[in-house]
Nanobody, 126 residues
Framework: QLQPVESGGGLVQPGGSLRLSCTAS???????IGWFRQAPGKEREAISC????????IYADPVKGRFTTSRDSAKTTVYLQMNSLEPEDPAIYYC????????????????????WGQGTQVTVSS
């Protein structure tokens, strides 16, 4: 399974939390994994990147301090823990496989990733 599969999206109230999962084969997880999101009418936005060993993470400014990405010990799943969700956070969230084991200086560029998942919808509403 080269293409990752996202899950865990849903409806949450403002200030609430969700944890997204990105699952794929060990081959896919050998590489860095990025999270992106796209809201209706907006461009795709980079959220975070985690290195293949989980030792390095980097985040976009809008989610710093609220979102955390991690890997499980088996390294077949990458998580995106989203806390303090805001009305600006609703979007379809995607994970994607990087082309390197690490998150490079251009980690936020979508063209640095292959094998995108189908996405999972996150809705924030009271």
């Amino acid at each position: 399974q080269l293409q990752p599969v996202e899950s865990g999206g849903g409806l949450v109230q403002p200030g609430g939390s969700l944890r997204l999962s990105c699952t794929a084969s060990a081959f896919t997880m050998y590489y860095a994994i990025g999270w992106f999101r796209q809201a209706p009418g907006k461009e795709r936005e980079a959220i975070s990147c985690i290195s293949n060993d989980g030792g390095f993470q980097i985040y976009a400014d809008p989610v710093k301090g609220r979102f955390t990405t991690s890997r499980d010990s088996a390294k077949t799943t990458v998580y995106l823990q989203m806390n303090s969700l805001e009305p600006e956070d609703p979007a379809i969230y995607y994970c994607a496989r990087g082309t390197q084991k690490w998150c490079g200086d251009s980690w936020y560029r979508g063209d640095g990733y292959t094998f995108w998942g189908q996405g999972t919808q996150v809705t924030v509403s009271s």
